[in-house]
């Protein structure tokens, strides 16, 4: 539930080298990375379930932070899913890499105070598999797999800070919110658990509406 950078860390900000983040719904995440998370990609974007949440610390309370998500192939592959034997089974190479883009939480900048004072929620990021989207939605190929990131960076009043970038941010992956990006539900005991536990997936119970 806790990441950081480990040893890499060293060599940054005091302002940023104490934060650290806690997965929140930790255990929710566990239990859909046991079946092999799945998020559906639509071409209008579609909410993450599980929202990417977490809890902040270390951060300076005076200073300003950016925080910010993007998204990593977790391999080369291209994957599809075997009823069978209901598991994804690698079929062929990745398709060429989706335009990389971050999604800036809207409050960003904020203060350190203000970061720590709630659970920050990712609740207004998209993925869409479009790749002309220009609504600003994380663009992923589907039947990929990706890992996360998320990452506070130190807004920096120095006039020359571009030199310090490199020591201005700190990045945080957890390996329990890797998934594979589909345009529909493969394994139906993801169906079954996204529906058990996502208050907002009443719509579903007879089968996701969109194609």
């Known amino acids: 539930g806790w990441a950081g950078e480990g ?23 566990e239990e859909f990375n ?22 902040l610390s270390g951060l ?17 592959k291209r994957y599809r899913y075997a009823f069978h034997s209901s598991s994804w089974l690698a079929a062929g190479r990745a398709e060429p890499a989706a335009p990389g883009r971050v999604h800036f939480h809207p409050d960003s900048p904020a203060k350190g105070a203000q970061w720590m004072r709630q659970i920050v929620s990712f609740d207004k990021l998209k993925l869409t598999n479009n790749l002309l989207d220009d609504n600003g939605h994380i663009i992923l190929n589907s039947m990929h797999r990706y890992q996360p990131r998320f990452h506070v960076v130190l807004v920096d009043p120095r006039r020359d800070s571009e030199r310090f970038a490199h020591q201005n941010f700190k990045s945080f992956s957890f ?9 529909a539900y493969q394994n139906h005991r993801i169906t079954q658990l996204k529906i ?16």
């Open 7 to 29: 040893p890499g860390a060293s060599g940054k900000n005091r302002r940023v080298c104490h934060a650290a983040a806690q997965l929140e719904m930790g255990s929710l995440w």
């Open 34 to 55: 046991r079946l092999g998370t799945e998020m559906i990609v639509t071409k209008a974007g579609r909410r993450m379930f599980p929202t990417f949440q977490v809890k």
């Open 60 to 76: 300076d309370p005076l200073a300003d932070y950016v925080l910010l998500m993007d998204f990593i192939p977790l391999d080369d």
């Open 175 to 183: 390996p329990e919110t890797q998934f594979m990006a589909v345009t």
């Open 196 to 211: 058990a536990s996502n208050p907002f997936a009443k719509g579903f119970r007879e089968g996701d509406p969109e194609p």
